[in-house]
């Protein structure tokens, strides 16, 4: 949640020039895994209705780090998933439909600072 932080500041400090959505692709940490991070109890998801409900989750949970922003939902055949590489996280920067910047995969390569640095740039 730390990192919505961080990206909540950055959706505020380009709001007027810069259009941000969230896609929720998959359950990074499925309770099947057994992993000791939180995760809510999701499990990794057999239907479209269980990926929109974790996508409420991630909504009601980011309060206003999401606040205003889109949340679009990967379909189960995970084409943004495949098309993005987006597995648990990663960010892009598209315009005019093409992607000038992809950011590192999460969640060791994510940094909304790079992200920052670029939009700054392009000012």
């Known amino acids: ?27 990074a940490h499925p309770i099947e895994q057994g992993l000791s991070c939180e995760n809510y109890g999701l499990r990794q998801h057999q239907a479209l209705k269980e990926k929109i409900e974790a996508a409420n989750i991630l909504k009601r949970e980011a309060k206003e780090a999401l606040e205003g922003c889109p949340i679009l939902v990967d379909g189960m055949e995970h084409e943004a998933e495949k098309k993005y590489q987006g597995l648990p996280e990663r960010l892009y920067v598209i315009m005019d439909n093409k992607i000038v910047y992809a950011g590192g995969m999460g969640p060791f390569g994510y940094s909304v600072d790079e992200v920052d640095a670029f939009l700054s740039k392009m000012q």
């Open 1 to 27: 949640m730390n990192q919505l932080k961080n990206f909540g500041r950055l959706r505020q400090k380009f709001s007027a020039g810069v259009d941000f959505v969230t896609v929720y692709i998959s359950e």
